[in-house]
């Protein structure tokens, strides 16, 4: 699942400015604790979720990710902290926190929305309005389930109400 973020960001390494940079999960990461020298980033987008008890499949029009990224200019190595908001299944009593799997095209998307944020923040880049991304892929409409959302619970999902 890294592998298919790191090569994401490896296709942006020009617009990186050639520099170094590596994905790792990071489920600790929140909007508020971010360290001194790192920026954070928040978006979302459709995703799909499998439990691992019932086998039952459930799609989410908006999954949180949180990003946080820091450069070392003197080494040339960058650092992006992801956490992919996880959900559960509603028909399964012992319903583990499942993590979500975000179509390839989404994960493209997700991964230009932040290297134009990387590029305005670490290498002070002015991108003005050009830098006007692609749409996500996002195929469903439906109830959001929220008391099942690991985002909901701590107040940050686009779709809890
Ligand atoms: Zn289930
Ligand atoms: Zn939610």
Redesign the pocket.
């Known amino acids: 699942m890294a592998e298919t973020w790191n090569s994401a960001v490896r296709q942006k390494s020009r617009e990186l400015h050639g520099d170094t940079w590596h994905v790792e999960f990071d489920d600790s990461i929140t909007p508020d604790n971010t360290a001194p020298g790192w920026f954070h980033y928040i978006s979302g987008s459709f995703a799909g979720f499998t439990c691992s008890l019932c086998k039952r499949y459930w799609a989410s029009k908006r999954v949180q990710v949180i990003f946080h990224f820091s450069l070392n200019s003197a080494s040339s190595l960058g650092t992006i902290k992801v956490r992919l908001f996880k959900q559960e299944c509603k028909s399964c009593d012992e319903a583990h926190m499942e993590d979500p799997n975000f179509p390839a095209e989404n994960i493209d998307v997700l991964v230009e929305r932040l290297v134009g944020k990387i590029r305005m923040r670490c290498y002070k880049e002015d991108l003005g309005s050009s830098n006007r991304a692609s749409k996500f892929y996002d195929k469903i409409e439906g109830p959001?389930e929220?008391s099942h959302?690991e985002?909901?619970r701590i107040g940050i999902?686009s779709?809890?109400k």
């Open positions: 959001h929220s959302c985002a909901c999902c779709q809890g």
